[in-house]
Antibody
Framework: QMQLQESGPGLVKPSETLSLTCTVSGGSISRRNNYWGWIRQPPGKGLEWIGSIYYSGSAYYNPSLKSRVSISVDTSKNQFALKLSSVTAADTAVFYC????????????WGQGTMVTVSS | SSELTQDPAVSVALGQTVRITCQGDSLRTYYAGWYQQKPGQAPVVVIFDNTKRPSGIPDRFSGSSSGDTASLTITGARAEDEADYYCNCRDISGNGNHWVFGGGTKLTVL
């Protein structure tokens, strides 16, 4: 059974870059029908799609974050990663990684989420 | 990017039926998914492709869609259905490669 697990620092200073990794276990990240996505949820607020990546490296980003976001994939490690630059307190959130099935369209497997706080 | 609009909060009496709606232009083109999120937990998909239910999801959960509105219906609500519910679909303004989530609906079971 496939599982996803987020990892990375829980505290990031303002203006620095937030970096998280999602490790996929129990299956290959190179499946053709899957994208791999990042979603965030500020405390007490709703879900926001950050971006998604295909195993080939093709990535798509939320236009509101595009200038600060980069998502990469490492098929040899079965991982994909998120970088969010120039963070502020408004970026404090629980960050989830998820598998996106494209046939049918669904975010069907989620990591447990990791809380990242932006504070000096 | 386009938006998906949900009512912030809905309540239902125990055992009754409740409908949660999601409205947006992207729903005219793309299928909706619905996700249940309980406090401190990751979201779980309860409906995908507008009407399909993943294995393990009780059949009291059903979905429908018409025009620019998708709906999640819970028939015979139980106390454990109290949660936040989010809709999502591909974003029509992103040529189908972007995604968007609704703002979420907090369901209270009375």
């Amino acid at each position: 059974q496939m599982q996803l697990q987020e990892s990375g620092p829980g505290l990031v200073k303002p203006s620095e870059t937030l970096s998280l990794t999602c490790t996929v276990s129990g299956g290959s990240i190179s499946r053709r029908n899957n994208y791999w996505g990042w979603i965030r949820q500020p405390p007490g607020k709703g879900l926001e799609w950050i971006g998604s990546i295909y195993y080939s490296g093709s990535a798509y980003y939320n236009p509101s974050l595009k200038s600060r976001v980069s998502i990469s994939v490492d098929t040899s490690k079965n991982q994909f990663a998120l970088k969010l630059s120039s963070v502020t307190a408004a970026d404090t959130a629980v960050f989830y990684c998820a598998r996106v099935e494209t046939a049918p369209d669904v975010f069907d497997i989620w990591g447990q989420g990791t809380m990242v706080t932006v504070s000096s | 990017s386009s938006e998906l609009t949900q009512d912030p909060a809905v309540s239902v009496a125990l055992g009754q039926t409740v409908r949660i709606t999601c409205q947006g232009d992207s729903l005219r083109t793309y299928y909706a998914g619905w996700y249940q999120q309980k406090p401190g937990q990751a979201p779980v998909v309860v409906i995908f492709d507008n009407t399909k239910r993943p294995s393990g999801i009780p059949d009291r959960f059903s979905g429908s869609s018409s025009g620019d509105t998708a709906s999640l219906t819970i028939t015979g609500a139980r106390a454990e259905d109290e949660a936040d519910y989010y809709c999502n679909c591909r974003d029509i303004s992103g040529n189908g490669n972007h995604w968007v989530f609704g703002g979420g609906t907090k369901l209270t079971v009375l």
